[in-house]
């Protein structure tokens, strides 16, 4: 069985991602919202809840882990893989398969995520090891907005101000590096108007297809955990599946 985790909803983005290609896959996803959001977190905290959320989904059966939230990813420390039972091959995260894809792209790179991403500087060190050019923006408070209902004009205030200072035409794709952002995908293109995005979803649902098939294949059962139950979580799995049948359980 494959476990997802994220914050909370964004990780629905991967997920609907991961069924569209591997439909007969076993799933069991987490969303840490009572911890949520994440991107303003320090890395000693984010390593804790990594850990945590990781040990939820192994204790309810999950064999293969999928981290769908790139604010932990410099969390995930191949140094704890054996304490957690976990070979490497079993884990897919966001960073390698997002900047796989982008790999010979010849154009600048903009790339919108979390504090938390940005200051980790991994997306950047990777890109620029393949010697291609790349800004990251940061866009405080958005991801917790989006998570948590906040107005549509007011994630759009957030977008407007984290991007105030870029000049979008120098850039040949901007990459939506949290899993939250493409829920307010239509927010992000009213203020930015037709600048090429890039969802990582499907690159990483590739992957898992890629490095976990056959041996992830079960009858498609979809159980969805959460740490705290909000009206926003249930909508959201709602709009992105509407044809699944899932039960949401609340965990400690
Ligand atoms: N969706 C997560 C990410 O990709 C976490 C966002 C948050 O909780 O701040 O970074």
Redesign the pocket.
Known sequence: MIGIF???S??LTVLKAIRDVMPSADILYFGDIRN?????KSREELSRLTVNSIRVLQARGATSIVS????VSASLAISLFDSLGLAQQNLIE?VGPTVSYFKDFKKPILLA??P??VSSELYQSAFRMLGITIDAVAIPKL??AI?FGVSATDQERLIAAAFAPYDLEKYGALIL????YPLAGASFRKVLGEVPFFDPAEAVAERVKRQLWPREVGDGTLRLLVSRDTPQFRAQAAKMLPDASYLIEVVD
Not at 36 to 40: D, F, K, N, R, S
Not at 68 to 71: G, I, P, R, T, V
Not at 177 to 180: D, R, S
């Open positions: 994220d914050s909370g964004g990780g949520a959001p994440y991107g303003e769908a939230c790139n604010s966001m995520a979390t938390a991403t991801a917790g998570e590096a949290c899993t939250h």
